[in-house]
């Protein structure tokens, strides 16, 4: 790994990092306000990648989820979608394709956002903190694991840098980081830990490459450029796209 490479991606994940862990610990309107701007910066992202004319017109919905009931606010972004279109009077054969990727950008951006909040609400301060820092060890090890010795490529096609060897190392360096934390706080028992390693191992790989796979589907790198060494918001929160949601239904 080249040695400006590593200095650039310490730097992003402290510009990012620190203000996230601060909103955090303040919970309440200023967390939900943190997250309400990532949420419009990471749809703004997607939405500039996919080449939409009218994104100024869709960001503002981001801010749904977070007051209304998620099932409700993606049905009326789909509606929004939807008259939008019809005022454009764009072609038939883009109606799919349009609705489908506003309301899976919706989805994959303020959708997960929003339940991280419920998690700082319902849940508390600390398991907000158990579950993103368990989230960035995962992203983390991963990387370097795989860096250093990945040799055997998952999906080389959609993400080349992913490796089974970084996989299995962010798994066991998770559920160690995850045991001894556990040992201290006794969060949960010992069974629930290790599956809660392994669910969100998986669910963070999983989240990671469907990222990927939207950004060789538009030909782009990175969504952004707003964090050094990381891109943009959404390549920063990307791992919370499946990881969040569920993991709120299981805490």
């Not at 764009?90 to 997960?112: A, E, G, H, V």
């Not at 993103?132 to 999906?155: E, M, P, Q, R, T």
């Not at 949601?245 to 299981?250: D, G, K, S, V």
């Amino acid at each position: 790994m080249a040695q400006s490479e590593l200095k650039n991606r310490i730097i992003g994940a402290l510009y990012f990092g620190i203000p996230f862990l601060l909103f955090i610990y303040l919970g309440g309107i200023y967390f939900k306000i943190f997250l309400i701007i990532l949420s419009f910066i990471s749809i703004y992202e997607l939405l500039k990648v996919s080449n939409n004319k009218d994104y100024l017109l869709f960001i503002p919905l981001a801010i749904l989820p977070f007051f209304i009931n998620k099932t409700i606010s993606i049905l009326i972004f789909i509606l929004y979608s939807y008259l939008i279109f019809l005022i454009r009077k764009d072609d038939p054969k883009n109606f799919l394709s349009n609705i489908c990727l506003n309301t899976i950008f919706l989805i994959i951006s303020s959708i997960p956002l929003s339940y991280f909040y419920d998690i700082r609400v319902e849940k508390g301060f600390k398991y907000a903190i158990l579950v993103i820092i368990s989230i960035w060890i995962i992203d983390i090890s991963a990387y370097l694991v795989g860096k250093n010795f990945g040799k055997h490529k998952i999906l080389p096609k959609i993400s080349p840098n992913k490796s089974y060897e970084g996989l299995i190392g962010s798994l066991i360096i998770t559920l160690l980081f995850l045991i001894i934390i556990n040992s201290i706080f006794k969060f949960f028992p010992l069974t629930f830990v290790i599956i809660f390693s392994i669910l969100t191992t998986i669910l963070s790989f999983l989240s990671d490459t469907f990222e990927s796979l939207i950004k060789r589907y538009f030909g782009v790198k990175d969504m952004g450029k707003i964090i050094v060494g990381h891109g943009g918001v959404f390549d920063r929160i990307d791992s919370l796209i499946f990881t969040i949601p569920i993991l709120y239904y299981i805490l």
